[in-house]
């Protein structure tokens, strides 16, 4: 069973920056997919980033292209998502998430839904 832990939320001004870390553990093979969402308040969550696990395939959204970048760390089983001039607009609960099938991260973005899904950190971005 997949296992995901985030941490790296917090409070940080308009223009700063955060990273957040999502250890996982659990998956079936080295084959799979993981990525970041977020749910700000009262929308819907959207797909942020993602990545197959041998990196062939990454995808990032629109919105935070530029300023968020998905980093793989393969020995220690970790992504993170580095976080760099923040908006107010990027309010939202992250969630990591992840699926023991490596082509539910498209270069279009998740094909699927992903199976397992971490508890979520916030991040808020304010003066």
């Known amino acids: 069973q997949v296992q995901l832990v985030e941490s790296g939320g917090g409070w940080v001004q308009p223009g700063g920056s955060l990273r957040l870390s999502c250890a996982a553990s659990g998956f079936r093979s080295r084959y799979y997919s993981i990525g970041w969402f977020r749910q700000a308040p009262g929308k819907e969550r959207e797909a942020v980033s993602c990545v197959r696990s041998t990196g062939g395939t990454t995808w990032t959204a629109e919105s935070v292209m530029g300023r968020f970048t998905l980093i793989r760390d393969i020995a220690k089983n970790t992504v993170y998502l580095q976080m760099n001039s923040l908006k107010p607009e990027d309010t939202a609960i992250y969630y990591c998430?992840?699926?023991?099938?490596?082509?539910?991260?498209?270069?279009?973005?998740?094909?699927?839904?992903?199976?397992?899904w971490g508890q979520g950190t916030q991040v808020t971005v304010s003066s």
């Open positions: 998430a992840a699926d023991d099938h490596q082509y539910y991260c498209e270069g279009y973005g998740p094909a699927y839904e992903f199976g397992s």
